[in-house]
Structure formats: C-alpha cells, structure tokens
C-alpha cells in the first residue's frame, strides 16, 4: 500500500470512530446531523438576540435529516431523572428563542435535553416562552440588585455553590 493509501485508510478509521464517540456520547441518530456545537466537535456557534437580549452556546445544533429542520440538543450524561428538571427546559428553551432567531422558519419548533438514560423532547410552547422569557428578565433584574437574597432551603445548593464563601444567606 502507498503512503497516501495508508494515510486514506487511517482517516478513514478516524472518521469512523469519531462518528462512533459521537454517536455514544450524545445519543446522535442517524435521522439528524450536527450542525455545531460547544463541546469539541465541529465549529462552535454563539447564538444572540438582542431583543430579548440573551445568548448562548447550546451543546448541540442539530439538523435533521430530510426536512433540514434545525434544533438544538443539550446533553447531559450525569443526570439521572426520569422528569425533566425545570432548570433543564428553561435553559433549552433560552437555546430554542436563539436558534429561532438564527434560523427563522428552519427552526424546527422543539429542541432535546438528553439525561443518562432518557431524552425530552420539549417543544416551543407560548408557556414556555413565556416562562423563559419571564426567568431572564428575573435574573437581569437581580444583577443589578444591590442586595439579592436566597430563594431556596436546599442546603445541597449551598454545599455546591461558588460564592458560599462570600454569602452571608448560606445553609451550610
Ligand atoms: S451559598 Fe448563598 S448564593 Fe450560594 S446557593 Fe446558597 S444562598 Fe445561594
């Protein structure tokens, strides 16, 4: 075999085994293609919209295959849930607003959340477009606070918290 054919043949191994990687860790299906993403592979794309003034880097810009239909995928390999955390849709819902505003009419309507062992797919609701929108405003608000309180009792929270070293509000 000459050095060019070797060299076709390991990439074309690696072609294969990234397509491998992919598949396992972001339960990819053959049905839809990435398109970008914020965690190694391929082109990373930051969405905004000034508007509603939010932007973001979904883990995965999804194209589905056929209808070239594009949605965003958040991958979450640790989380172990039956039920889709609240915190979870807000978030993909944050990524959706974008990908609507990059891809207008190409924006499929939905987007997936992806846990260890289950998948959501969470469509564009007006509720939850309000609730996202709602939420945003809510942490805007509280940046320019000068005094932002605690708004849980989960001492869990407190224990993982960045900034429990400086907060006089901590559980823990
Ligand atoms: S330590 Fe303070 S800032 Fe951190 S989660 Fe607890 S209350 Fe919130």
């Known amino acids: 075999m000459t050095s060019l054919g070797a060299i ?4 074309g191994i690696l072609a294969l085994v990234v397509a491998w990687l992919l598949s ?7 049905a839809a293609a990435v398109v970008a993403s914020d965690v ?6 930051t969405l905004r919209d000034p508007a509603l003034r939010i932007r973001g880097r979904p883990d995965y ?17 640790t989380r172990e ?8 849709a807000l978030q993909l819902a944050a990524y959706m607003l974008l990908a609507e505003v990059r891809y207008g009419k190409a924006f499929a309507g939905y987007g997936i959340v992806r846990y260890r062992a289950a ?10 477009r309000r609730r996202c929108i709602t939420a945003a405003e809510g942490i805007r608000a509280a940046r ?11 001492r869990a929270k407190c224990w993982a918290c960045g900034v429990r070293s400086a907060c006089d509000e901590s559980l823990t």
């Open 8 to 11: 076709l043949v390991a990439m």
């Open 24 to 30: 396992r860790t972001t339960g990819v299906r053959a």
């Open 40 to 45: 190694g592979q391929l082109k990373v794309e």
């Open 61 to 77: 810009l999804m194209r589905e295959r056929g209808s070239d239909r594009i949605y965003p995928m958040e991958v979450k390999p």
């Open 81 to 88: 849930s039956a039920t889709l955390y609240e915190s979870d």
């Open 119 to 128: 998948e959501f797919r969470v469509p564009l609701t007006a509720e939850l």
């Open 144 to 154: 320019q606070a000068a005094a932002v309180h605690r708004s849980h009792e989960v």
